[in-house]
């Protein structure tokens, strides 16, 4: 978020330069700030992606073009994300509702068929944060051999430690207006590769033009005016003492006329009850001293305040509780994310709101009582090799739908931990890559995973104790180890390594699967909805998009084949969506979607325990593949599932739904026109229906365990007439 109402009063000021002057210099990006031009700006902005989740379809070749033109003009992006939540920050709390309340709005808009505004609106929610996408650009970025680092907190103060040290790591930096909070002299606002041009701001020519103040009443003012560390100070916000809109140079007046300091101005408005409530003037202090000592990884590897030798002891009350530098290390490498390091740290786990605003109460039930199996390991994980203070913690639950419901997780009391159980997991590569060759399956995927352990004697030869001096040492026995403690953790594997019933279930889907299917992760996902009681037929939602055409049956099958390819993804254009839309299912996705974090949080833990505890040797190079190699990096959205039920839905309108021709009248009348970017509809629907057929075995293996594995096989008996 930038400076509040700085960019508005500092474009005119910018100064635009050939994107060639760039030519043979080294630019730090702060990642957040790019991507954030691109999700909100015409003409890269898509504005419906607020209804389908996942990722922008256009931004990868976006982001590759990008690249493209600084690789030709000899420029060396360095792309610096944001790690950790520190204690100062703003919650995107009230951001996010606001969202969801457009999104809502816009959802109105469409079920009045009135599409053209319904666009617009979803457009202006703004739903899609950078931070959700970070995964996603540090693949292109590594795929695009383009470096990149995390910093442990803000990547704000990173730039600007990179920006200033002597050995000139980089030549320029690129970011939001925040930037000048850390005393940037030259800030480039934004490059635009369509012309070739970038913009340029001097912090300097900034300070003239507010009446010529110096550069800490210019911080004051960027502070007071509101950012991402301090809300605006609240008189400002008040139409009875300033006219709305309140402008940048308005915020500097007032702080001129009334003393020139920040605690003058919180003085003179002392009795202002937001002044009070707000007790604004100990959030500044606290704002002024993270800009100040915030923690970046300096040029030999440490974690430490910028003003180390004038840091004060107390720097945890502004940035946080201190992790050991072994897991810094990690985020900065992109082995580890930084959500389960923020819960251990803070204390707290704020659930927000999904796309589809959350207003349903079986959601708010599912997320209050059935993500405990993954958080609850996930912290025990990390907490363990720690010091005793983190191992005894607990994390408060904080949800976007009441203040009033918290709940706390607690770990330290796991018996058995969750270090014992995955602790005899050493198997060498020696080992798996004969196995491996035997069932022709690439190690380091979930499908080897699995099916190496269907040989029982196989199995239990992986029971290995840890050897202290033979740590695991490839990257395809770490992914391995980590994949096989993983499904341990989750209940797949018991503690003699044998494949559980569940598990005996995900090996009979994986086996269905061919190796160019692409279909591992969804199978993965579609037995976890299994198992937590979500993949059923019963349309509990009252929301508009269900299957509406045909027979009671025929719309409960409909449903049930959608929500099984609400895993997959539809293969698209690189350009926005246009097609019908199903808030119905993007109410679905929201359970996709928080189930392929939340196995991401657990089986990034399963690797940082490894690391931590040296079971993994620890002096390599290959940090970046380590964390790119494992799954559930990349969210997906929820186009396939409204593309089948699209074409089921047509079908039942068809005079015969069972004879073939009206398949293809179906197709050619329904998705093939709707779906007009789609590269293959038909293609696609078929691998959205053997991906059906994979879930499937899953759940005839599965047996008793799903109360309604009969009518999944009088659903498969009922689309098998209405395949393509």
Request: proline share 5%; net charge negative.
């Amino acid at each position: 978020m930038p400076v509040h109402t700085f960019d508005e009063w500092a474009g005119e000021r910018a100064t635009a330069l050939p994107l060639s002057t760039l030519s043979n210099a080294c630019v730090g990006i702060e990642a957040a700030h790019y991507l954030t031009r691109l999700l909100n700006t015409p003409p890269t902005k898509e504005p419906l992606v607020s209804a389908l989740g996942g990722v922008p379809l256009g931004l990868k070749r976006l982001i590759e073009r990008d690249l493209e033109v600084m690789e030709g003009l000899r420029i060396k992006p360095l792309f610096v994300f944001s790690g950790m939540e520190y204690p100062v920050m703003e919650k995107p709390t009230e951001e996010l509702r606001e969202a969801a309340r457009i999104n809502a709005e816009a959802w109105g808009l469409y079920n009045q068929h009135k599409a053209v505004q319904a666009v617009e609106t979803f457009g202006r929610s703004g739903a899609i944060k950078p931070e959700r996408l970070t995964r996603f650009l540090q693949k292109i970025l590594y795929d695009n051999k383009v470096e990149f680092l995390v910093a442990p907190y803000s990547s704000w103060a990173q730039l600007a430690y990179i920006e200033r040290n002597p050995r000139q790591f980089v030549d320029a930096i690129m970011g939001s207006s925040e930037l000048f909070l850390f005393d940037v002299d030259k800030l480039i606002t934004r490059i635009d590769f369509e012309t070739s041009q970038f913009f340029w701001l001097s912090k300097r020519d900034c300070q003239v033009g507010l009446g010529n103040i110096s550069s800490d009443m210019f911080i004051d003012v960027c502070l007071l005016a509101g950012c991402s560390i301090l809300p605006t100070f609240p008189p400002l916000e008040n139409p009875t003492l300033y006219q709305n809109p309140v402008t940048i140079r308005d915020t500097t007046s007032m702080l001129l006329t009334l003393g020139r300091s920040v605690t003058a101005v919180c003085t003179h408005y002392q009795d202002e009850p937001q002044v009070q409530q707000s007790n604004y003037l100990d959030r500044y202090r606290r704002a002024r001293l993270a800009v100040k000592h915030h923690v970046v990884i300096n040029e030999d590897g440490r974690t430490e305040p910028l003003d180390v030798e004038h840091a004060p002891s107390d720097v945890h009350e502004f940035m946080g509780q201190r992790l050991p530098e072994e897991l810094y290390f990690y985020l900065s490498r992109g082995v580890i994310g930084p959500r389960v390091l923020n819960w251990l740290a803070s204390g707290e786990l704020y659930e927000y709101p999904p796309l589809e605003e959350g207003e349903s109460g079986d959601y708010q039930s599912f997320v209050r009582t059935q993500l405990d199996g993954y958080r609850v390991p996930a912290l025990a994980l990390l907490s363990q090799p720690l010091q005793r203070f983190y191992q005894r913690k607990e994390v408060v639950m904080r949800f976007w739908f009441s203040k009033d419901v918290e709940k706390t997780l607690g770990f330290k009391d796991l018996v058995p931990s969750s270090r014992d159980l995955i602790s005899f997991w050493n198997v060498r590569e020696t080992m798996f890559r004969e196995r491996a060759g035997k069932i022709h399956n690439q190690p380091g995927t979930l499908t080897f995973a699995v099916r190496g352990l269907a040989d029982s004697e196989f199995a239990a030869q992986t029971l290995i104790k840890k050897d202290p001096s033979k740590p695991l040492k490839s990257q395809d026995e770490i992914i391995c180890n980590t994949l096989w403690r993983f499904l341990q953790m989750r209940g797949y594997v018991d503690e003699d390594h044998q494949l559980t019933h569940w598990g005996r279930a995900l090996r009979a889907s994986l086996a269905y699967l061919e190796a160019n299917d692409n279909l591992e992760e969804p199978v993965f996902l579609a037995i976890e909805l299994l198992r937590l009681g979500l993949l059923n037929a019963e349309n509990t939602s009252t929301t508009a998009g269900a299957p509406f055409r045909g027979s009671d049956r025929d719309k409960a099958s409909c449903l049930l084949i959608s929500r099984v390819a609400c895993v997959g993804k539809l293969r698209h254009k690189p350009i926005g969506f246009t097609g019908p839309l199903s808030r119905n299912l993007l109410a679905f996705h929201s359970y996709v979607d928080i189930i392929r974090e939340s196995n991401r949080d657990l089986i990034e833990m399963v690797l940082a325990n490894m690391l931590l505890n040296g079971d993994a040797h620890r002096d390599r190079g290959d940090w970046m593949e380590l964390g790119l190699g494992l799954p559930f990096i990349t969210q997906n959205d929820c186009a396939l599932s409204i593309c089948v039920k699209s074409y089921l839905d047509e079908l039942a309108a068809q005079p015969d739904p069972k004879d073939a021709k009206y398949h293809a009248l179906a197709l050619s009348n329904g998705p093939e026109e709707w779906f007009s970017h789609c590269v293959n509809v038909a293609g696609d629907l078929k691998i959205a229906f053997r991906l059906w057929d994979a879930v499937l075995r899953g759940v005839k293996a599965a047996g008793k365990e799903i109360p309604q594995a009969e009518h999944w096989v009088e659903v498969d008996k009922w689309l098998s007439e209405r395949r393509l």
